[in-house]
């Protein structure tokens, strides 16, 4: 019988915990009585014994089901795990477990599921693992496991998804690449080095493969062969020189996710991905950008951030008709794009986020602005932008971030500031704004008085001001003013 338990949490185990088992007819846990005979099954999923797991758990040994999740258990699992050989479930997550996986784990040759995730186990994962080939399901996540993932873990064919995130793992083992069922394979936030084993690419079902935040160096061309994968994340990792060409392969996938590397080469290739949805690049040493981008009519998602770009945004940007999010934005000592904004680019009505500040783009801000009725972020910020900031602005209703400072912006401010009323942000300081500011600025409710939601300095602006901003328009040129 599976037993659905409440145990009673102020009990003491008696006598000598050194003392052999004694196993007889029933065994008390936790408070409760259990017959060895008659309980296959366990379940206290989620109640508070906030104690740790004794070794007289290894006395049921007809049991077949064991979900002691999210229970607050501390220590160590005991070696007499090892006993319950009709194990199918074993469910420890969700508690503070400390210490290693017992070697005697490898007796549990039934398992279908072992769940061990998010926990404080640390130590390497005992060799024996490799023994459990009947698991379908291995969850080892947010635990401190450290050394190489062991290669007999190869030896799990039935497995379907492995998480292994959040641990302390240094290598993966070409073995797993043996791993041909898998759908999933999770080894983010580690401390792996070197370069990904190119056995990956034997990973045929593979549709998500997550290796960000490790310390890898290298992307293999075998990757190239897995055909069904959807989401490949790569960030925050240490991979240098070009994306390889194999990557145009990969004609499924929908997330391409490859930002803080150090990258210095994207293939044309890359414009055979038309599944594709988000492509992340920003923070890496890109220098150009591909025109084979514009082939990519389902990306909704484009972020070169803060990479050394030069030349001229490429008018096939503005094909990408389902863009949501454009960013080709640097650091200081980031981009220098250099040219106008391409008119191409007014007309991607989808853009919710355009981020193209710290660069050296040229031109005026047109009328056509006005189709980016979906914007809520718009920030030109630091470049060398010229002519009027266009009354059309004001169409944008949904706007709540607008920066154009540091330009060379001139002529008025339109009344139609005052329209957009969604806005919490403005930077409109260190350009050559002339005139009086409309009073319609008062509308806006912005927190004027704090310089990083407001900040309109350095302009040729004059007196008298709107009461809302008159004691912050900061320094103003007005020599020219009557």
């Not at 070697?103 to 599921?113: H, N, S, W």
């Not at 993966?172 to 190119?198: A, F, H, M, R, V």
């Not at 863009?323 to 989808?350: A, K």
């Amino acid at each position: 019988m599976i037993i659905l338990g409440c145990p009673d949490r102020d009990w003491d185990r008696p006598g000598d915990e050194n003392a052999p088992l004694d196993c007889s007819t029933e065994v008390t846990l936790w408070g409760v009585v259990y017959s060895i005979e008659e309980t296959n099954g366990l379940n206290l999923s989620h109640v508070e014994l906030n104690d740790t797991i004794p070794p007289e758990i290894g006395c049921l040994t007809n049991l077949t089901y064991l979900n002691l999740q999210a229970t607050q258990l501390t220590g160590e699992i005991p070696s007499e795990i090892g006993n319950l050989t009709n194990l199918v479930n074993l469910s420890l997550q969700y508690n503070g477990l400390t210490g290693e996986i017992p070697p005697e784990i490898a007796d549990l040759t039934g398992l279908t599921v072992l769940d061990l995730a998010s926990n404080q186990l640390t130590g390497a994962v005992p060799s024996g693992i490799g023994n459990l080939q009947d698991l379908e399901r291995l969850t080892l996540n947010y635990n401190q496991f450290t050394g190489p993932i062991p290669s007999e873990i190869g030896g799990l064919n039935n497995l379907t998804e492995l998480p292994l995130q959040s641990n302390q793992f240094t290598e993966i083992p070409p073995e797993i690449g043996n791993l041909t069922n898998l759908t999933k394979l999770d080894i983010s936030n580690n401390q792996l080095t070197g370069s990904i084993p190119p056995e990956i690419g034997n990973l045929n079902d593979l549709t998500e493969l997550w290796l960000q935040s490790n310390q890898l160096t290298l992307i293999p061309s075998e990757m190239g062969a897995l055909s069904n994968l959807r989401i490949l994340s790569l960030n925050n990792n240490q991979l240098t020189g070009s994306i390889p060409l194999e990557i145009g392969d990969l004609t499924n996938l929908e997330r391409l996710l490859l930002s803080n590397n150090q990258l210095t080469g994207v293939p044309s290739e890359i414009g055979s991905l038309n599944n594709l949805a988000e492509l992340l690049l920003d923070y890496n040493q890109l220098t150009l950008i591909p025109l084979e981008i514009g082939s990519l009519s389902n990306l909704t998602k484009l972020d070169l951030t803060s990479n050394p770009l030069t030349g001229t945004i490429p008018s096939e940007i503005g094909d990408l008709s389902n863009l949501t999010y454009l960013s080709f934005s640097g650091l200081q000592e980031g981009n220098d794009l250099t040219g106008p904004i391409p008119p191409e680019i007014w007309n991607l009505t989808n853009l919710t986020d355009l981020i193209f500040f710290n660069n050296d783009l040229t031109g005026s801000i047109p009328p056509e602005v006005e189709n980016l009725t979906n914007l809520t972020f718009l920030t030109l910020y630091s470049n060398n932008l010229t002519g009027t900031l266009p009354q059309e602005i004001g169409n944008l209703t949904n706007l709540r971030h607008l920066s154009v400072g540091s330009n060379e912006l001139t002529g008025s401010i339109p009344t139609e500031i005052g329209d957009l009323t969604e806005l919490y942000r403005l930077g409109l300081g260190n350009n050559q704004f002339s005139g009086q500011v409309p009073e319609s600025i008062c509308d806006l409710d912005i927190n004027f008085d704090n310089d990083y939601y407001f900040y309109i300095y350095n302009n040729q602006l004059c007196p008298p001001y709107p009461y809302c901003i008159e004691e912050y328009v900061g320094v103003q040129d007005t020599t020219n003013c009557d």
